[in-house]
């Protein structure tokens, strides 16, 4: 058994709760709807606020339904892999980490929303926020005990993308004017959006994949006699 | 002094054996695990599972605890102190002997 091996055991053992990836994909998918739904041009006539009321229940009750997925998807998993429970100090480190994030995430809000207020700028700063992305899953990567190199390629995703959001070659707008039926007058909010929204999707998968090659070993067949004898 | 090699028979052979090292890696990566859990790592039969999960809980190094949640038979294994301590020490043991591997140079070549 290789070291490879033993922490990727460990790895998995420990964030097992996490690595469930396929409970977090529809999560991903609503926001992927949402950025589409951003990408649509604003029809003339319409109201503003009622249609953005519309979108907001919309997108509450996809979350709804993603949280109700997300319970179902949990009893596929016990089902199939059976259960951890986590250690005192391994929930510890977890609540931390999402209260951490939880606040980094507010204080750029309100310093995004403080700016928009003060000054006299119109869209968010994307380039920031999606390099701020990609170190965010750098950091997510070596905190989980640097195993899931899958997390170093969204970062570089993120930063690939802030990269041409600065030089002016963002494909994500590129698409949004070559589409005939998208208009790029959100392409911020799009391409932010829609990147956390594929991210979300791309790691659920990755960490599904990762956690059924650890856990997929169907048990051996049972011997018609008595177990065989295990080595001392 | 000893080859590296011939220091590895001293390796406890309870903790090496590959199915026990894995269980006993994830065992103390968490509180506890279930059956299945361990089942679905190490890819072995009940029986076989069982008989492993006997020898550590012989040694004191794990604990094994019978429910029923309803009518379902639920089985929780979880470390125990000495196990931990026992697994931490292997880890040392195999950390020391990849260091001398590293700068062993057999006796006549020198």
């Given at each position: ?37 951003l ?63 939880t ?15 003060a000054t ?9 926020f ?48 070559t ?21 979300v ?32 | 002094?000893?080859a ?56 004191g ?39 001398k ?5 057999p006796?006549?070549?020198?």
């Amino acid at each position: 058994m290789s070291e490879q091996q033993l922490q990727r055991i460990q790895f998995v053992t420990t964030y097992y709760d996490w690595l469930q990836g396929l409970r977090f994909v529809p999560f991903g998918l609503v926001q992927l709807g949402f950025a589409a739904w951003l990408a649509l041009p604003r029809p003339e006539g319409v109201d503003v606020k009622a249609r953005m009321g519309a979108a907001m229940l919309v997108m509450l009750g996809g979350m709804l339904l993603a949280t109700a997925l997300y319970a179902l998807v949990g009893a596929y998993y016990r089902r199939r892999f059976g259960v951890v429970r986590r250690s005192a100090t391994t929930h510890q480190r977890m609540q931390k980490a999402l209260m951490g994030s939880t606040v980094v995430g507010l204080v750029v809000g309100l310093v995004t929303a403080w700016l928009r207020k003060a000054t006299d700028f119109t869209e968010p700063p994307l380039t920031g926020f999606l390099l701020l992305s990609g170190l965010a899953m750098v950091w997510y990567w070596d905190w989980s005990g640097r195993v899931a190199r899958h997390y170093l390629g969204v970062a570089a995703g993120f930063v690939l993308l802030g990269v041409l959001q600065a030089v002016d070659a963002s494909p994500v707008y590129a698409l949004l004017r070559t589409l005939p039926f998208t208009s790029d007058s959100h392409g911020a909010a799009v391409t932010l959006t829609g990147s956390w929204g594929a991210a979300v999707v791309i790691m659920g998968l990755l960490d599904h994949r990762l956690l059924a090659r650890t856990l997929g070993h169907e048990p051996e067949p049972e011997p018609d006699s008595a177990p065989e004898e295990v080595p001392e | 002094m000893k080859a590296p090699f011939e220091e590895l028979a001293t390796l406890d052979r309870l903790i090496h054996e590959p199915a026990r090292l894995a269980l006993l890696t994830a065992l103390t990566s968490c509180e506890s695990a279930d059956f299945l859990y361990l089942q679905r790592l190490t890819g072995l039969s009940k029986g076989n599972l069982s008989s492993h999960l006997s020898k550590l809980e012989e040694v004191g190094f794990v604990t094994v605890e019978k429910q029923f949640k309803g009518k379902t038979p639920l089985t929780r294994i979880a470390v125990t102190d000495k196990g931990r301590e026992a697994v931490e020490q292997h880890w040392q043991q195999l950390e020391q002997l990849r260091s001398k591997a590293k700068h062993w140079v057999p006796q006549g070549t020198e």
